[in-house]
């Protein structure tokens, strides 16, 4: 089973432009998150789809971001324009549980590295 | 205050030896736990969910305790292989499906 893509690997962008980023979670999985690690930081929360549906997006850092999940499947992650804080990895996880059905196991991609110059 | 917060090593382990380390949560409400492994500019990948009566997986020992708020991990027999940063995750339990990641602690096993 393949499991949670992203793409790009790297992006390299100069502060001002625009970049997508896109996940492409596991198969059949309703939940998709995105999150991302700023150099010498903890990995952050930035939001959580359930299929086609924002259910928390309380972690994106401005309304520079905006994430797309049409169709509910795969999810893109838009900064536009970007700056220079905005450069970090940036994860997408997906997982398959729903509420209440117990540890919501969250499987996550390889990240994009975006570095804004 | 962090929400989560792990010593960040690094813990240097000699080959075949046991290492032990911990981490803190402050909600009180989080409900799930997890170590999570993530290997040099690799993604996280879940080493073990945590449970409260302690849970074991080969050699790896996972611990709970609620009423102090911390999770530890145990690693038996260290292999070279184990070298990596341990993740502390939590779940908010306000927000589910909202982990929070400690910074890490990182794991080097020599021979």
């Known amino acids: 089973e393949a499991g949670v893509t992203q793409f790009p690997s790297h992006s390299v962008i100069e502060k001002g432009q625009t970049v997508t980023l896109r996940c492409d979670p596991i198969s059949g999985h309703d939940n998709l998150y995105w999150y991302r690690r700023v150099m010498g930081k903890e990995i952050k929360f930035l939001l959580h789809?359930?299929?086609?549906?924002?259910?928390?997006e309380s972690g994106m850092p401005n309304n520079r971001f905006l994430a797309e999940r049409t169709g509910g499947t795969y999810s893109t992650l838009k900064v536009q324009p970007a700056e220079l804080e905005d450069s970090g990895v940036y994860f997408c996880?997906?997982?398959?549980?729903?509420?209440?059905?117990?540890?919501?196991?969250?499987?996550f991609g390889p990240g994009t590295r975006l570095t804004v110059l | 205050r962090k929400e989560v917060e792990q010593d960040p090593g690094p813990f240097n382990v000699p080959e075949g030896a046991t290492v032990a380390f911990n981490c803190t949560y402050s909600n009180s409400a989080s409900q799930s736990f997890f170590w999570y492994r993530q290997d040099c500019r690799k993604e996280p990948k879940l080493l073990m969910s945590?449970?409260?009566s302690g849970n074991e997986d080969g050699r790896f020992t996972a611990q709970l305790n609620r009423a102090s708020q911390y999770i530890s991990l145990l690693i038996r027999d260290s292999k070279l292989s184990d070298s990596a940063t341990y993740l502390c995750v939590v779940n908010k339990g306000d927000s589910w499906g909202k982990l929070q990641f400690g910074a890490g602690t990182q794991v080097v096993v020599t021979p």
């Open positions: 996880a997906s997982s398959q549980v729903g509420p209440g059905q117990g540890p919501d196991t969250q499987y």
């Open positions: 789809f359930v299929k086609e549906s924002k259910q928390d």
């Open positions: 945590v449970y409260s």
